[in-house]
């Protein structure tokens, strides 16, 4: 495997489910990222972590909950969601510090559909 | 406030044809990064060229070019002879200082026609 992987890449749910998504990535980096792409609206940056702690959450609720066990694993547990939750969840990766550019490298996506 | 603009939704090109997709930013930072991604009906977001604020030269990458006029803020993507598998949506992005937070602008459809 090289790059970023997901899985899985579609996922139906309903609002009393409990699934999670999950995220490798094979390049070495030391932070990754969780987004949100809903419908006609701009990607929104869910769930920042660096060196495996947590550095930025942009008020994302409960409902999500990251796990981050190590700097090539990345977890998005899901639990009692929203139908507008239903969205492409991307994760991303990317080599953070001593200033360097921090390009972010991003997975397929999981596509989420919430019943 | 708006950081990243992109205010073309659409666009089309016909085929070999060069396009020009527009992007202007709002940062008072004099540190940041500047990037250009392309998201296939597939879904994943491919990183196709970078642009740094102290870079002298516009950036490259094989047909893609970034036309960057740092007084005006604007980080225009230029694809030159476009190819069909060039149809996607394309997306800048600003990353400011050491900010972990990339803002990614609306995006815009590009369509290419045979």
């Known amino acids: 495997e090289t790059g970023v992987t997901q899985t899985p890449r579609h996922l139906v749910m309903g609002m009393t489910n409990k699934k999670s998504l999950k995220c490798e990535q094979h390049l070495g980096h030391n932070a990754m990222y969780w987004y949100k792409q809903s419908a006609k609206k701009p990607l929104e940056l869910m769930f920042v972590y660096s060196l495996e702690e947590r550095v930025e959450n942009n008020s994302v609720p409960s409902r999500f909950s990251p796990e981050c066990p190590n700097s090539s694993h990345l977890f998005l547990h899901l639990h009692t969601l929203q139908p507008e939750d239903s969205a492409l969840y991307l994760c991303?990766?990317?080599?953070?510090?001593?200033?360097?550019?921090?390009?972010?490298?991003f997975g397929p996506g999981t596509r989420l559909t919430v019943l | 406030a708006q950081k990243i603009t992109q205010t073309q939704p659409g666009m089309f090109v016909q085929e070999k044809e060069a396009v020009t997709l527009d992007c202007t930013y709002d940062?008072?930072?004099?540190?940041?990064?500047l990037f250009w991604y392309k998201q296939p009906s597939s879904g994943e977001m491919i990183f196709l060229i970078y642009?740094?604020?102290?870079?002298?030269q516009n950036a490259t990458e094989g047909r893609y070019s970034l036309n960057f006029q740092k007084a005006r803020k604007s980080a225009n993507l230029v694809i030159s002879a476009s190819q069909l598998g060039d149809s996607a949506m394309y997306f800048c992005a600003m990353r400011e200082g050491q900010d972990n937070d990339m803002r990614f602008g609306a995006g815009t459809r590009l369509t290419v026609k045979p």
């Open positions: 642009q740094g604020s102290y870079d002298q």
């Open positions: 940062t008072s930072d004099p540190s940041y990064g």
């Open positions: 991303a990766s990317s080599q953070d510090g001593g200033g360097g550019r921090g390009t972010q490298y």
